[in-house]
């Protein structure tokens, strides 16, 4: 299985474009969006192509392929402009034989039982083995922070990787 992994979209429209052409290109199975998709959040500066409105139709068109939680930017008013659903704090799925957690990342959780967390809101890229379970952040689109660079994540048959979209 081939999944797409994006955190931290923050309304801004050229990077959710990104993300979409990255989608269409890569033949992937799902998209996963581990939260704070249309708003940039009181303690992050306005990204540089902030436009809420112009990243709705975009996430809508790969609304079928779309596995989102969400994050401490997103709220019920959100949900009533996006045709997938947002408002789970968490979800649980399987992939290639992984019991997988997602996450957005800003409260605490019980990771036994899983063999990876996939999480956003640092804005910071991990990749880490912590005892039996493997933690996975794709940074973040739009608003990298710990001197990390706008990135987005691929699990492809089992293999997790960062990739940046500064590049």
């Not at 801004?12 to 989608?23: G, S, T």
């Not at 068109?61 to 008013?77: P, T």
Request: aromatic share 8%.
């Amino acid at each position: 299985m081939k999944l797409l992994i994006a955190s931290d979209i923050h309304g801004d429209y050229k990077r959710a474009e990104e993300i979409f052409n990255i989608w269409k290109d890569g033949s992937f199975d799902k998209v996963i969006l581990l939260g704070d998709l249309l708003y940039h959040g009181p303690r992050n500066d306005l990204p540089p192509y902030y436009n809420p409105k112009k990243v709705i139709p975009i996430l809508s068109e790969m609304k079928d392929s779309i596995i989102a939680v969400r994050g401490n930017c997103d709220a019920e008013v959100d949900q009533m402009v996006l045709p997938f659903p947002i408002l789970d704090d968490k979800k649980e799925i399987e992939v290639d034989g992984k019991r997988i957690l997602l996450i957005h990342g800003h409260h605490e959780i019980d990771a036994e039982g899983f063999d990876v967390v996939m999480s956003g809101h640092t804005h910071i890229p991990v990749l880490e083995k912590k005892g039996d379970v493997l933690y996975f952040n794709p940074g973040s689109t739009t608003i990298p922070k710990g001197g990390s660079v706008s990135s987005y994540g691929v699990w492809d048959n089992g293999k997790l990787s960062i990739i940046s979209l500064d590049d």
